[in-house]
């Protein structure tokens, strides 16, 4: 197969799920769809030296969250819009639709590095070791990370309204 094939099918099998980390790294779709695709591109140039080695989900993971954290450094992304708002107003019937919905709101509120670490500890059940080399940093700040963005994610959560106190845990 030749590189464009086996970059396509490499695409194929992993890119929804690189896509689903970016959601969880950033909370909106449209930048997860544009951060997957930068991580993609980032893959496709690097691609012979990567596969020939074996490790390309660490690398397209290490990749997307090296970009993830740098478009978090952009000071155009800074300013929010309120559009993204009014679809949060709305009322919401489903208990499963409105905890998903509290999570998602308390994750944005922890910062990017510590929400990286956690979603590469818990979503991705990477090791402290992965994680830190995802990171690129030492497995001490991995833990430290974790920990300071799991306070931060309970207290949001212990704010959350939408939670019933039978549900939080």
Not at 80 to 102: C, I, S, Y
Request: aromatic share 8%.
């Amino acid at each position: 197969m030749d590189r464009d094939g086996e970059f396509a099918a490499y695409y194929a099998a992993r890119g929804a799920a690189l896509r689903n980390t970016a959601y969880l790294l950033c909370g909106d779709w449209h930048l997860a769809h544009d951060l997957t695709q930068t991580a993609l591109i980032k893959l496709y140039l690097v691609w012979s030296r990567v596969n020939r080695h074996g490790a390309l989900d660490a690398y397209a993971r290490q990749v997307l969250v090296r970009v993830f954290l740098d478009e978090r450094r952009r000071p155009w992304r800074r300013e929010r819009g309120t559009a993204d708002q009014a679809v949060f107003d709305r009322p919401v019937h489903d208990p499963a639709v409105e905890e998903r919905l509290a999570v998602r709101a308390a994750l944005a509120e922890v910062p990017p590095r510590q929400r990286a670490a956690i979603v590469l500890r818990f979503w991705l059940d990477l090791s402290v070791d992965q994680a830190a080399e995802a990171l690129r940093c030492s497995p001490g700040t991995v833990k430290s990370q974790t920990a300071r963005g799991l306070a931060t994610l309970r207290a949001a959560l212990e704010r959350t309204p939408e939670l019933a106190e039978g549900q939080r845990r």
